[in-house]
């Protein structure tokens, strides 16, 4: 897979997996065009980098769907100086797209050897403008809290009450929450005030389960 293969594998993903399905936020596609996803995926998986599906990172996890990511990205509606907390670094790839569009990303992870992995590598790529956070993100991360935008990428029974405390009034959260025994939907919120939240549903998604704790 040569660079050039890759640039174009990126700029073809923007155009039929996100243009054409009507993502239009400039900020957002523009990071989508300039981050390197190949970075994130395992090396066995490189000439599936910009495949239009999730795919396998170890430890049973996944790296989302480019639609997907952009989607969930574009309904926080960040700008530069927007502070954003990430539930589920992964791969660290979605952080990346955030710090592109947001101020200042924080991003935890329960599985140290993602946490970890994401961290040396966002580094070396030179994305200053991100915490890595080794741990469970249902509490959130009161220390960098208040939030414009909370995402988490792992599925969960109910949106955790820390997540919602850690918004400012105003700001927004998006995050998969099961909906019967096989079903799981995209839901946004919206804080209005002290104890009113505005409920979106984007649709029907498939994420990993939200767990409890830490491992290695
Ligand atoms: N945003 C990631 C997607 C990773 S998949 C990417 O771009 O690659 C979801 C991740 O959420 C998994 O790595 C999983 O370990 C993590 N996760 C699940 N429950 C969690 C929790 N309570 N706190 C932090 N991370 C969690």
New binding site residues.
Partial sequence: MTAQALLIQRSEMVLRQLKARGIKEQTVLKAMATVPREV?VPEALLSRAYEDGPLR?G?G????QPYV?ALMIQALELDLRSNVL??????????AILSRVAGQVTT????GH?AARASTRLKELGFDNIEVID????QGFEKNAPYDGIIA??CGGEIPSALKNQMKNGGRLVMPVVDGSYSQRLIKLIRRSESKFDEIDLGPVA??????GIES
Avoid: N
């Avoid at 996890?61 to 989302?64: A, C, E, R, V």
């Avoid at 935890?108 to 599985?111: C, K, N, P, V």
């Fill in positions: 994130f990172i430890k996890q996944t790296i989302s990511v990430e539930i589920g670094t992964g791969s660290g790839y979605g952080a935890i992870e329960r599985i993602h741990g469970d993100g249902i990428t792992a994420f990993v389960p939200l767990l409890s």
